[in-house]
């Protein structure tokens, strides 16, 4: 949704704080669209005055370069916030 809004929505990494007082329900959701899908801000949200701030890739190449990133620790934010081609 970052990348699709072109930044007016964050993503976050999930993380989980345990307490063992209370009780917690969690509900889970995915989407996964075919690897050729273009990944890309939407059009109606880039123009002049507001440029793209995220490259366009496909899903497939979202889905390595995120892996990647969380294999070796590094930053996906650099790989989302890298200017378009």
Do not use: C, W
Not at 25 to 30: E, H, I, L, P, V
Not at 54 to 70: G, H, M, N
């Amino acid at each position: 949704m970052q990348i699709i809004s072109n930044g007016k929505l964050k993503g976050a990494e999930h993380r989980v704080v345990t307490n063992s007082n209370l009780v917690r329900t969690t509900a889970s959701f995915a989407l996964n669209p075919f690897y050729e899908t273009l990944i890309e801000p939407a059009k109606a949200l880039v123009d002049a005055s507001n440029p793209a701030l995220y490259k366009s890739f496909s899903y497939k190449d979202f889905i390595i370069k995120y892996r990647a990133a969380a294999s070796y620790g590094t930053a996906f934010e650099e790989f989302l916030s890298s200017t378009p081609d």
